[in-house]
């Protein structure tokens, strides 16, 4: 039976023998990315009857099996992510790239990303040529400095000319690469190639580089006539001039930049743009209009390093550029983020509230946005506690779990807020318990002045109630969780630590914080009612178990008496001699009492004759006569 799934992908339903084991076996093949699938042997003794393959309304493929044991096994399909993650564990890139292209739906830089694990994977077997296969698609999202360190060994070098031939084609060549591709091709012995490539550097038609070189010492006519170039002539001059225009029109060159990124660059829109702007420093601003696309878009990494000497138009740059939607790189990421929280702080010093409260807002969203793993979560935390930015510390630690440094940060805020996030932490992680009752003593013991406390007769403001409130609801939850033993939160309280046999201070000062001793009243006062009833519960338990001694005490006198009883009866002196002229007399009477049959006459005599032979053979003559007078012999 065959099916489609979601990915497009063909299946085939096989039910067949296993050779090895003998039994029945499920097999599903995916056609399309040739291999299989699934693979299940059914039970022992059970046969598959019938196979099915059906689509789901989802899209997803199903099948389902009958066996003769009378049980059904249902198969689904995985989501497209599973399946990859799958098949990359088992190093199947080929599939799993196959299948990823396959979803309309799959992310294109995930795609991107598998290709460059594909080629990690090939260049680490030393299958160096399929390597480079690999690493051609990863041209425009991996930084092409990462490739070519890679082949620059002899042997490499027809795989590094293949790749920088790639740049060329792409318009993604910087003259760097264009001298690098050349000197390939003279190291590979094509002096042909090497030439015609120099000739095309010469020809009129990428002569902008040099003519925007002659007019370096006039930068304003320099600029103006960078934007008469057509698309690829203004990004190659940027890439080679890019630092002596910013130097001198940063803005002009920024809004150059940003056009060629987002792909609105042409002649005519500049044009337009400059007499609509009232002056050229507003270019910039007004080439981010949205527009008819005019040129392929162009990526952001190859113009960066022309704005190092000036941060905030790199800034610009980039905020721009990510605004709309170009891709950047992770370091990219990672520098806007650094420069936005350079101005947000600078912001601060200055007293600029507006501009503070707008790179604030911009730094929590690339903290939050759908690329902000791409920056990396230890090297944003990084970032952020370089800049002293606390709101971005609190997001990077609880989306790392950093339970610690969490609390601590709160207890430094010691807000509202604040706290209700340490309580609430609480209720999801009891063992926490401890370190956030803790902490409120020490934000306690920090804001509440203990001497006019005694002096105004124990009375509190609003805000020092709100404190010794939440401690008293953190009291509810120790006594709700039973996590913590009374001993050691009455330790805590009092400002002793809060490890389990620690007599530091929480915060590690000599003085030790504490809170006074009306917030914990009500707990002291449950603690001690159920203390209270526990003991009498235990007083009730002892009180039975020594009546139940008592009595079973009584029991063992009474039969220890009877006990005595028997054996002082038993003790009696027995007279063995007059026992055995009694036990003769008795017989001889028995014996002439009257006649008996034969045979009942034989046995008695017998049993007599046995009698005597044992009383004189045995040396104890009294329990001869218990034997035979329990056999009923002697009477």
């Known amino acids: 039976t065959t099916a489609e799934g979601e990915a497009a992908s063909a299946y085939a339903l096989v039910a067949s023998t296993d050779m090895k084991s003998g039994r029945d076996a499920v097999d599903i093949y995916d056609a399309t990315n040739k291999l299989v699938a699934f693979h299940v042997l059914l039970s022992p003794g059970h046969r598959a009857l019938r196979a099915a393959g059906v689509r789901s309304r989802s899209g997803r493929s199903s099948a389902i099996v009958v066996s003769s044991g009378g049980s059904v096994v249902t198969l689904t399909e995985k989501d497209t992510d599973e399946k990859v993650g799958l098949l990359t564990q088992k190093n199947l890139y080929g599939a799993a790239i196959s299948m990823a292209y396959a979803d309309p739906i799959y992310p294109r830089n995930e795609i991107t990303n598998l290709y460059c694990k594909h080629a990690e994977h090939l260049y680490r077997k030393g299958d160096f040529a399929a390597a480079m296969e690999q690493y051609i698609y990863t041209i425009g999202s991996l930084e092409s400095s990462h490739v070519i360190l890679r ?28 001298e690098l591709l050349r000197t390939c091709y003279l190291k590979l012995n094509d002096n042909e190639a090497a030439d015609k490539l120099l000739a095309q550097r010469s020809a009129p038609g990428e002569s902008a580089v040099e003519t925007i070189s002659n007019l370096t010492h006039n930068p304003k006519e320099a600029l103006a006539t960078l934007c008469t170039l057509n698309a690829p002539q203004a990004a190659e001059a940027l890439m080679v ?27 005519a829109a500049l044009a337009e743009a400059a007499e609509k702007a009232d002056g050229a420093g507003r270019l910039l601003e007004y080439a981010l209009d949205e527009r008819t696309r005019q040129c392929e878009p162009y990526a952001v990494h190859l113009f960066t390093a022309a704005f190092l000497e000036n941060p905030k138009v790199l800034r610009l740059v980039l905020a721009h550029c990510n605004r709309n939607k170009c891709y950047l790189t992770p370091t990219l990421r990672r520098t806007l983020l650094e420069l936005t929280l350079d101005e947000w702080k600078a912001a601060g010093k200055n007293g600029d509230t507006e501009a503070e409260k707008l790179r604030r807002k911009e730094a929590i969203t690339a903290l939050t946005d759908a690329h902000c793993r791409e920056i990396g979560d230890y090297d944003a935390l990084v970032i952020v506690q370089l800049a002293g930015f606390a709101e971005g510390e609190l997001l990077l630690y609880e989306r790392l779990q950093m339970v610690p440094m969490l609390l601590a940060r709160y207890a430094e805020d010691g807000g509202d807020r604040a706290r209700r996030q340490m309580l609430a932490m609480c209720r999801k992680d009891p063992q926490i318990l401890a370190d956030v009752l803790g902490h409120f003593v020490g934000i306690a013991g920090d804001k509440i002045d203990h001497d006019r406390l005694e002096d105004d007769g124990g009375s509190v403001n609003s805000e020092e109630e709100e404190i010794l409130d939440d401690i008293r609801e953190a009291l509810t939850l120790a006594r709700s969780q039973g996590v913590l033993p009374p001993v050691r939160i009455a330790r805590i309280l009092a400002g002793e630590g809060v490890g389990q046999f620690s ?35 235990l007083r009730g338990e002892v009180e039975e178990y020594n009546e139940l001694c008592n009595k079973m005490e009584s029991d063992i006198d009474s039969l220890l008496s009877g006990v005595r009883e028997s054996s002082s009866a038993s003790k009696k002196d027995i007279d063995v001699d007059e026992m055995y002229a009694r036990l003769r007399t008795s017989m001889e009477e028995g014996g002439s009492a009257g006649t008996v049959p034969p045979s009942q006459e034989n046995r008695t005599l017998q049993a007599r004759e046995a009698f005597w032979r044992e009383m004189n053979q045995s040396e104890d003559r009294f329990e001869t006569i218990c034997k035979f007078f329990s056999k009923g012999i002697i009477q």
């Open 151 to 178: 082949y620059l060994d002899a042997p490499k070098i027809p795989m590094l000319a293949k790749y920088l031939e790639e740049l060329r084609n792409r318009k993604l060549a910087t003259p760097v690469h264009n």
């Open 241 to 267: 001039h890019g630092a002596a225009l910013a130097r001198a029109a940063p803005k002009e060159t920024a809004g150059i930049v940003v056009s060629l990124c987002v792909g609105t660059y042409s002649p």
């Open 503 to 537: 007599s530091t201070a929480v915060d590690g000062k000599e003085e030790k914080n504490t809170v006074p001793l009306s917030v914990a009243l009500d707990y002291v006062g449950d603690i001690l009612d159920e203390s209270r009833k526990e003991i009498s519960r």
